[in-house]
């Protein structure tokens, strides 16, 4: 028995038919389902746009006279759709100007009805195809043009922009940074941006975690020590320092230092001359150095371990690095980012998340930040069944998460057992499902920044439900 995992069957392409005549809709219907797509027939334009805000398509077929709303409105809601699809329009009343019109605004051909059904066919395969190519190409430029993004760092919320506007300021200085935020956040990264974008870029970035070496080894580790400095020291070894020199030392968990090295630190920082373990004399160096932690430093001086005056040196320049739950739509980029690349580099089928799983990613806090969504989309990548990563395919924390712990809540929303019970003779205390629910619409756009288009999609309904849910009128 061969012991080669079994790639799951990709499922059919999924086509979305749009025809107000019954009998030609089940025609249609009928027709493509023969031909090996999925298919999923209404009767208006109105219709497509709900299941358009709700499911992606490989093609959308539909007739251009349709009650309410036409086939051009019909082109217009597939076309704000990631990734497009492809788009076939019908008419009984086939004009050269109605036909140039249709491909003007992205329709990929035009059949006059009644439709010769080989030709649907033909048009159908050419289309999809065409598109699955474009797509395909598409992904690639993405994934070639975002693998470093800024200097390793992808984002586009303006929390990240902004970080990245710090980083551009902040390297062009000499003085010392110390760099803060949640495990997982990419400390590291913006450490590396900092020396890249700065005019040491053409030293040495030397990194070091100080929680990771025994407090004997660390002062050799960093000063270096002459030979038979020590016991097992047979020969002189030059430190980090001095690895360093003309670049940036990253000294990660600097909460983790030694109190006695973090003052041989304090005064390495005001003079520059490094003394190496056993050595009678000093050498100069010419360092930046890029500190950072996860802790509270002003908790490690409240108690003693760690030097206030070293706090401040350090902290010259400081950046904040903002956890992913702080990054809005930012959760969707980079996971299908994850998803890309998974798929590039083990040759698996390209996934894409449902409604529902992107739904519970957004509201998931992601104690672990960037590096915990990485691990949950090359697990939900190797699980998935199909084409689409589903709840089921991501771990119990993520998608038991309720809505009143969504990251977009104010700090008072985040509880960890029930809610203060009012008054039970006071009803007015007591908000409706109505406000609660417009609350929960609310926190959504905030993560999405306010584009009601995407939020519609993660909530599952239609762009006009949102606006009557929130109490607003359509625009269009």
């Known amino acids: 028995m061969s012991s080669k995992a079994q790639v799951p069957a990709m499922p059919p392409e999924s086509v979305l038919v749009v025809e107000d005549d019954r009998g030609h809709r089940e025609l249609l219907n009928e027709e493509l389902t023969e031909a090996g797509y999925a298919v999923t027939a209404v009767g208006s334009a109105e219709d497509a746009a709900q299941v358009l805000a709700q499911e992606s398509f490989s093609l959308v077929v539909s007739d251009l006279r349709l009650p309410g709303a036409?086939?051009?409105?019909?082109?217009?809601?597939?076309?704000?759709?990631?990734?497009?699809?492809?788009f076939i329009m019908l008419t009984g009343f086939g004009t050269i100007d109605q036909a140039v019109a249709a491909l003007k605004a992205g329709a990929d051909d035009f059949l006059t009805k009644p439709v010769d059904l080989d030709h649907l066919r033909l048009a159908a395969d050419r289309v999809t195809e065409?598109?699955?190519?474009?797509?395909?190409?598409?992904?690639?430029?993405?994934?070639?043009?975002?693998?470093d993004g800024f200097h390793g760092m992808q984002g586009r919320s303006p929390a990240m922009l902004q970080l990245f506007d710090l980083i551009r300021r902040i390297a062009v200085a000499d003085g010392?940074?110390?760099?803060?935020?949640e495990s997982g956040t990419g400390k590291e990264l913006v450490a590396r941006a900092l020396h890249a974008e700065s005019e040491r870029a053409h030293g040495s970035f030397v990194a070091i975690n100080c929680a990771g070496i025994p407090e004997a080894l660390l002062e050799s580790e960093l000063l270096g020590h002459v030979a038979g400095a020590f016991s097992g020291a047979k020969?002189?070894?030059?430190?980090?320092?001095?690895?360093?020199?003309?670049?940036?030392?990253?000294?990660?968990?600097?909460?983790?230092?030694?109190?006695?090295m973090q003052s041989k630190l304090l005064r390495l920082l005001q003079d520059g001359r490094v003394r190496p373990v056993g050595a009678n004399e000093e050498i100069a160096t010419d360092v930046r150095i890029v500190a950072a932690t996860h802790q509270d430093l002003r908790a490690?001086?409240?108690?003693?371990?760690?030097?206030?005056?070293?706090?401040?040196?350090?902290?010259?320049?400081?950046?904040?690095i903002p956890p992913l739950r702080e990054r809005g739509d930012d959760i969707e980029r980079l996971a299908l980012q994850f998803l890309r690349q998974q798929a590039l580099a083990r040759g698996l089928p390209e996934r894409r998340l449902s409604p529902e799983a992107l739904r519970a990613l957004v509201r998931y806090p992601f104690p672990g930040n960037v590096r915990e969504l990485a691990s949950l989309m090359e697990r939900a990548a190797t699980l998935a069944a199909g084409e689409v990563i589903e709840t089921r395919d991501l771990p119990e924390r993520v998608f038991q998460v309720p809505p009143e712990k969504s990251p977009g809540g104010a700090a008072g929303d985040r509880q960890d057992g029930p809610a203060p019970v009012p008054g039970v003779d006071d009803d007015s205390q007591w908000p409706t499902?109505?406000?609660?629910?417009?609350?929960?619409?609310?926190?959504?756009?905030?993560?999405?920044?306010?584009?009601?288009?995407?939020?519609?999609r993660i909530l599952g309904i239609g762009r006009k439900t949102l606006y009557r849910k929130l109490g607003e009128s359509d625009p269009s």
């Open 70 to 86: 036409d086939g051009f409105q019909v082109l217009q809601d597939a076309r704000a759709q990631v990734p497009t699809p492809g």
């Open 130 to 147: 065409a598109r699955r190519l474009k797509d395909e190409v598409r992904r690639y430029r993405e994934v070639l043009a975002q693998a």
């Open 176 to 181: 010392s940074v110390l760099i803060t935020g």
């Open 235 to 260: 020969g002189a070894r030059r430190g980090l320092f001095t690895e360093a020199d003309g670049g940036t030392l990253f000294l990660d968990e600097i909460a983790e230092m030694p109190v006695a």
């Open 300 to 320: 490690h001086i409240a108690d003693g371990r760690f030097r206030e005056d070293l706090y401040y040196r350090l902290e010259t320049f400081r950046i904040e």
């Open 433 to 456: 499902l109505e406000e609660r629910e417009r609350d929960y619409i609310r926190r959504v756009l905030r993560h999405v920044e306010g584009n009601k288009q995407r939020a519609a």
